[in-house]
């Protein structure tokens, strides 16, 4: 029995635990991986909650079926282009802005239970929170945007200009997406969830409600038009009207770049701060 102990034990001397190399917090390598570890947390968080896969999923796709039921053929033949080439890039940016408001929320529910606390304490990449959720983000509106396109093929949307328009085309909820969280993120570490809903809401309501998804700028009241058409869900819409069927490119394209460059610029500070003070405050 002793020989069977110390030929066990010395085996176990024979295989000593790895040796894993010191490594600063605020390393680079640390903030990337450290982000990506974030961004698998909170997208498994999502993927298990039913009311964000409505909210991000569901959501998206029946309006767009109700508006192409509704108010389709009467867009068609008001404006004389097809419905779909408005209607589905409008809805892409509805979800997600829409998706950001529930991400805001999470944010504070954490923030409310020491989640967010726990993980500020812990030998973490001190950007790593906040660029794993914005990362997540992006994943997030891009894959929403892939199934609301399939919903809209189904419908009559096609890709007329080529591959690599319509991988620009993709992209741009994508960012407008991201801009958004920064200016969501920035506002729900300042503000209660109801309060953060509520004028979230308001905003995405305007945006939505006035801009060249439904109808060409030039049936609104003349005083509406310069704003309606310079409005950043505008700009955006008629980027991806022109990248997937017809229309200007250009300058649309650089207004949508305009507005979600200078958001993410201007919203970033406070996103960064508010985000500290969150951290530090949470429980």
């Known amino acids: 029995m002793s020989v069977v102990v110390e030929s066990v034990a010395t085996s176990g001397r024979q295989a000593p635990l790895p040796v894993v190399p010191p490594q600063s917090e605020r390393a680079l390598s640390a903030w990337v991986r450290h982000s990506l570890?974030?961004?698998?947390?909170?997208?498994?968080?999502?993927?298990?909650?039913?009311?964000?896969t409505i909210q991000t999923l569901i959501y998206p796709a029946l309006t767009l079926l109700m508006l192409r039921v509704v108010l389709g053929?009467?867009?068609t033949r008001a404006t004389g282009m097809p419905s779909e080439y408005g209607t589905v890039p409008m809805i892409t940016l509805v979800a997600a802005m829409s998706g950001a408001v529930v991400s805001a929320l999470g944010f504070k529910n954490e923030q409310?239970?020491?989640?967010?606390?726990?993980?500020?304490?812990?030998?973490?990449?001190?950007?790593?929170g906040l660029s794993g959720r914005l990362l997540a983000e992006a994943i997030r509106v891009l894959v929403t945007t892939l199934f609301v396109i399939v919903v809209g093929v189904c419908i009559g949307f096609r890709f007329w200009n080529g591959p690599l328009a319509a991988l620009a085309m993709i992209?741009?909820?994508?960012?407008?997406?991201?801009?958004?969280?920064?200016?969501?993120?920035?506002?729900?570490?300042?503000s209660g969830g109801v309060m953060l809903v509520n004028i979230v809401a308001i905003f995405n309501?305007?945006?939505?409600?006035?801009?060249?998804?439904?109808?060409?700028?030039?049936?609104?009241?003349?005083?509406?038009?310069?704003?309606v058409a310079?409005?950043?869900?505008?700009?955006?819409?008629?980027?991806?009207?022109?990248?997937?069927?017809?229309?200007?490119?250009?300058?649309?394209?650089?207004?949508?770049?305009?507005?979600?460059?200078g958001a993410i610029v201007v919203f970033a500070y406070?996103?960064?701060?508010?985000?500290r003070r969150a951290a530090e405050s949470s429980g």
């Open 37 to 52: 570890i974030q961004c698998k947390r909170l997208l498994l968080v999502w993927a298990r909650d039913p009311a964000t």
């Open 73 to 75: 053929d009467s867009i």
């Open 112 to 128: 409310y239970t020491g989640l967010l606390g726990r993980l500020w304490t812990m030998p973490v990449h001190r950007a790593a």
């Open 171 to 190: 992209a741009i909820p994508v960012l407008f997406g991201v801009a958004f969280a920064v200016l969501v993120t920035a506002l729900a570490t300042v």
């Open 205 to 227: 309501t305007l945006l939505m409600f006035f801009n060249s998804g439904f109808v060409p700028t030039t049936v609104y009241p003349t005083w509406l038009q310069s704003t």
């Open 230 to 261: 310079n409005q950043p869900m505008s700009t955006a819409i008629d980027a991806m009207r022109g990248l997937s069927w017809d229309g200007a490119v250009t300058a649309p394209l650089l207004k949508t770049l305009a507005w979600t460059i």
């Open 270 to 275: 406070p996103a960064i701060r508010g985000y």
